[in-house]
């Protein structure tokens, strides 16, 4: 099953081919700051650089079919970073939205921040509110942005709604799937993580979509964030592409119920 999912949509030639590549790819966007300490400037210098790449991946998503990408861009444990640099990732959110949220809308992307955003400033969320709006009934890709975004965070948030469902009495304890749970988190509406890159060097998952991991692939990178390029983006496809996903079964299985 190389790569494979039986329910994708078809979108560009290659899927209508049949060869279909990811449909959910989630990005750790890791070593911005590394990336420009290494050229003598400050950590946050590494971020302004990163949303370059940004760009460059959404490009890439849209050109060859991924009908969703989820990218890490601030996790619930970077605010224990100094306050000078969350201040200009704040910053830097803000002008992003700015100046992209139009033309995202655009080019028929709509975009979604996954997280517990209302930990941030007001206006902020106003403005990624009215960006999601903006963009709701665009579907060529959905662009997830996680802010203030923890796996645990999303689990114990799914539990939280489905036991207030329970005692609502709108879903009965015994009525509760995988899939039901599923439906609760941050993810419901988008299609199974496939793909997970990280980029940096790291292996690690840092409390990103840990539910959602279950049996995505995974793909570890030294290429800094900023580095990040179509390129190494079409290398991860590429291994993703070659790989054999089991799921459990046996690899026989898995070419028997190919041929
Ligand atoms: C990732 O790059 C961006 C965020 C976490 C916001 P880092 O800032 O973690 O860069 P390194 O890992 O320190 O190089
Ligand atoms: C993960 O990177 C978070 C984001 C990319 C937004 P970190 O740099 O925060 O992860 P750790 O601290 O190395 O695990
Ligand atoms: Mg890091």
Known sequence: MLGKRSSAKAATPEVQAGIIGPQHVAIIMDGNGRWAQKKGKIRTFGHKAGVESVRAVVRFARRTGIKSLTLFAFSSENWKRPEEEVSVLMELFNLVLNSEAKRLHKNGVRLKVIGDVDAFDGKLVEKIRKAEAMTESNDDLVLNIAANYGGRWDIVNAAKCVAQAVSNGELQREDITEDVFNSYTSTASLPELDLLIRTGGEHRISNFLLWQCAYAELYFT??????????????????????????????????TVQS
Do not use: K
């Open 222 to 255: 030294d290429v800094l964030w900023p580095d990040f390029s179509e390129e190494v983006f079409q290398q991860a496809v590429d291994d993703y592409n070659v790989r054999q996903r089991r799921f459990g079964l046996t690899g026989e299985q898995i070419t």
